[in-house]
């Protein structure tokens, strides 16, 4: 028996001096924690291990954190990886408020008036309970000492240094989670003398250090937590005047690609953590990728964006084709031949001259000036008057004249236009001209060409146009059978292409989860339109004549 207990100490203590030679997978501390599933994964604390394995799934998250020189870590796949599946959860370091905001509450997150404020430090909360949430106790002690903040509409300052204000503290009381902050990149030479830059040094750096006499943070501290927000911070939800954002230890490693192969589901209220799924099936070794703007940007506005926020030249395969990939985001119509597309002749250089194949050409600066204009319009209408159909309409009969149907311009307009398309209170499709029905279809289906490509497999967007697209569809089709158009027969074909969709709807919803009242109609919607169609398809082909059956 006594050797037994020896045996048992001699092997425990080989394990604590095999975990003293590694590192936490994460922060690359020393770890003295390992997965007790796996037994591959050392970590340095619980919360670290949470990362690798957290309650509610079975096994291991399927990646590892890898290192390539020049990229910096990256989220690798440790087996393949089904559409679909979890990739992995994570928590957020920090969450706050975007920075040109209206009145947000600085503890739900919920965009409200300036009717309560906190009597400490005068930010607007929801009432007594927010303002008395523990997250806001340490910022209001620095916050009190300022003057009180002025917030009349997004052209304020105020929210500016909250979010930089919430990782310092977090940094300084955390170390756990300021260990997943130390190698996070915050491109400080890169940001030097930006816009921003400036603006940070007076609105943020001197308010804190000398509006709210907090000296214990030094002007370079502060720009690096700046910076590091700049660089890896998500949005986590908009409300057009507002909005949140919050800074996560792996979406911060998740690489951009410009046709991602996941999806990030934001937990919108606390504790806001992030759902990181396949968007497609995944080889093991594959690379994790997002995009760090909308998938359907045009290159010409994308690579710049890029450039400006991230500090790199993307150089994928999809900024290299001209046709990117066949999606033609970046296409023009050619206004000398009228047939032709116009494409960059060099898709790299961002000042290149666009060519048609007849011989046409366009400056670099001339489409930018183009494509701009629209994209501004677009935002000034639905910021501003965003039901206005004729608008829509009116702004789609002219960029049908200069852009290719799948351009950037014509897919916005699209994304905005083609869920109110047919759409009002207490209407059907059929109190609406068929002709409106066509031009929604026409919308939905150039816009579905670009997501096929750009957001294929599970994507939100991909849902709720493909539901748009099929529900329209099926009322053209009733009409056309009706009118004696089309056969029974042809009608089943066109319900069993149609199901197929409704099912993928239905599919996609239910794994990245229903998060606004619209996304309730649309999954609803999908599964009364597929239990339709399901009747359709349980009729005798012999049933009847086709003419005026409805």
């Not at 829509?392 to 799948?406: I, S």
Request: hydrophobic fraction near 35%; aromatic fraction near 8%; proline fraction near 4%.
């Amino acid at each position: 028996m006594e050797t037994d207990q020896m045996d048992q100490d001699d092997a425990a203590q080989d394990t604590i001096e095999q975990m003293d030679m590694k590192q936490c997978f994460i922060c690359s501390y020393p770890a003295f924690l390992q997965c007790q599933k796996c037994e591959h994964v050392a970590f340095c604390s619980e919360e670290h291990g949470r990362l690798h394995s957290r309650e509610g799934f079975a096994d291991c998250f399927p990646y590892r954190v890898g290192f390539t020189e020049g990229v910096g870590r990256q989220i690798i796949t440790t087996r393949d990886i089904r559409m679909g599946e979890v990739i992995y959860v994570e928590d957020p370091i920090v969450v706050g408020p975007s920075q040109e905001c209206d009145a947000i509450c600085l503890s739900c997150m919920s965009a409200i008036d300036t009717s309560y404020v906190c009597g400490g430090c005068g930010y607007p909360f929801c009432d007594e309970e927010c303002a008395a949430d523990p997250v806001h106790d340490g910022e209001c002690q620095v916050l009190c000492k300022a003057p009180l903040p002025v917030i009349d509409g997004t052209q304020n300052t105020a929210y500016h240094p909250i979010l930089p204000l919430r990782l310092l503290l977090q940094r300084s009381q955390d170390e756990t989670k300021a260990r997943l902050c130390e190698e996070l990149m915050d491109h400080k030479e890169e940001r030097k003398g930006s816009e921003y830059w400036e603006f940070s040094q007076k609105h943020i750096i001197q308010f804190l250090r000398e509006s709210c006499k907090q000296s214990q943070w030094t002007e370079e501290e502060i720009m690096n937590a700046i910076g590091i927000l700049e660089v890896n911070a998500y949005e986590i939800k908009s409300f057009l005047t507002s909005g949140y954002r919050g800074l996560f230890p792996l979406a911060s490693l998740v690489s951009h690609q410009c046709v991602q192969n996941c999806r990030m589901v934001w937990n919108t209220e606390a504790p806001y953590d992030n759902k990181v799924v396949a968007a497609q099936d995944l080889k093991a070794g594959e690379e994790i990728a997002s995009s760090y703007l909308r998938p359907s940007m045009c290159s010409l506005v994308r690579r710049k964006t890029l450039k400006e926020g991230w500090y790199f030249d993307c150089e994928c395969s999809r900024c290299q084709d001209p046709t990117e990939l066949g999606c033609h985001a970046n296409t023009l119509l050619c206004p000398a031949c009228g047939t032709g597309h116009m494409y960059p002749l060099h898709p790299l250089d961002y000042n290149s001259v666009w060519v048609c194949k007849c011989g046409h050409e366009e400056t670099s600066q001339a489409v930018t000036g183009l494509v701009q204009g629209f994209l501004d319009e677009i935002k000034t209408v639905y910021e501003n008057d965003r039901y206005n159909v004729s608008q829509w309409l009116d702004m789609y009969a002219r960029a049908k004249v200069y852009f290719h149907p799948q351009h950037e311009v014509i897919s916005e307009i699209a994304k905005w236009s083609v869920p109110i398309l047919g759409r009002g209170p207490g209407k059907k499709l059929s109190d609406f001209p068929v002709s409106l029905i066509k031009t929604k279809v026409e919308l939905a289906t150039s816009y579905l060409a670009v997501l096929d490509i750009v957001e294929r497999g599970v994507s939100k967007f991909r849902a709720k146009t493909l539901y748009e697209l099929v529900d329209s569809q099926i009322y053209l089709a009733s009409l056309d059978f009706r009118d004696g158009k089309c056969d029974r027969a042809t009608i089943k074909i066109l319900t069993k292409g149609f199901i197929r969709k409704l099912d993928e709807v239905l599919s996609i919803m239910t794994v990245l989860g229903v998060n606004s009242g619209y996304e309730e109609i649309i999954k609803g919607g999908a599964d009364t339109l597929k239990q339709m169609c399901q009747k359709v398809l349980s009729v005798p082909d012999n049933l009847g004549s086709t003419k005026n059956e409805s």
